[in-house]
Nanobody, 119 residues
Framework: QVRLEESGGGLVQAGGSLSLSCKAS????????RGWYRQAGGKQRELVAT???????NLAASVAGRFDVYRDNAKNAVYLQMSSLKTEDTAVYFC?????????????WGQGIQVTVSS
């Protein structure tokens, strides 16, 4: 079982910056993918950015050039650095840890953290 604890988030003005942190604990594979998803009111959860343990990175087109994801494997942590924030970035952001056990992918989720961008 993997537990994820998120921190950061809050209220920021459009054009500002914010960082999110997520620390994983428990039994986990070193070969994994960690990252962030978000869900705005009334919408489906969507991928924001992921970073695999092999360095492969995936950024949503809507945040490319403004957000970046990085990880500290020694701390089992993943971070999301957000800049040039827009009101449409307002959402609950969820940390995700995914690992493959015998061909089956297991996803673990944080509790979610609110990011609100005001105009």
């Amino acid at each position: 079982q993997v537990r994820l604890e998120e921190s950061g988030g809050g209220l920021v003005q459009a054009g500002g910056s914010l960082s999110l942190s997520c620390k994983a604990s428990g039994d986990m594979l070193s070969d994994n993918v960690r990252g962030w998803y978000r869900q705005a009111g009334g919408k489906q959860r969507e991928l924001v950015a992921t970073l695999a343990s092999d360095g492969s990175k995936n950024l949503a087109a809507s945040v490319a050039g403004r957000f970046d994801v990085y990880r500290d494997n020694a701390k089992n942590a993943v971070y999301l650095q957000m800049s040039s924030l827009k009101t449409e970035d307002t959402a609950v952001y969820f940390c995700n840890h995914a690992e493959n056990w015998g061909g089956k992918v297991y996803n673990y989720w944080g509790q979610g953290i609110q990011v609100t961008v005001s105009s």
